[in-house]
Every structure is written in C-alpha cells, then in structure tokens.
C-alpha cells in the first residue's frame, strides 16, 4: 500500500504542473502505458482527490482535493 501512496502522489505531482490531463498526455509524460495511468487515476478519483472534465471526445482530469495540493506543495519546498 505505500507504494501505491508513492505512485499516487507522483501522479498528483505531474498533475499539479498543469491544470488538467488527458490520459494519454499523462501516460505520455510519465513514460507509463495508457492503461497503467488511466488505472491511477481511477483509483485517484475514487479517493476523491480527482474530478474528470468531459470536452469533446476527451476527459481531462484535474485535482480537486485541497489537502492534497497541500502536500504537492511541501514535496515541492523540501524538495525543490
């Protein structure tokens, strides 16, 4: 389980950097298959730290939990 935390919060992590993501942009960024990331982001949005936004033919997926952000930010300060 914590390693799944991990990928989690490096997902929130690469999410942060714009305000939202396809699937494939971020499976691209993150040099991961499609597949694995849509699975991430599931599992994100069932916690309730994600909402999809449909455009089109596309969902974008964009952080809606504020504890969360909060967290990217003190990764981001110690880290940085």
Partial sequence: L???????LSFAI???AK???????LAEKCE???????GHL???QRCGFL???????NVYYR???PCL????????DRFA
């Fill in 69 to 76: 952000k909060k967290i990217i930010a003190c990764v981001r």
């Fill in 2 to 8: 914590p390693l799944i935390s991990l990928l989690i």
């Fill in 63 to 65: 952080i809606t939990e």
């Fill in 51 to 57: 909402a999809p936004e449909r455009d089109g033919r």
């Fill in 19 to 25: 305000d939202r993501y396809t699937v494939g942009e």
């Fill in 14 to 16: 690469r999410l942060e």
């Fill in 32 to 38: 991961i298959p499609s597949n694995i990331a849509s």
């Fill in 42 to 44: 599931r599992l994100m």
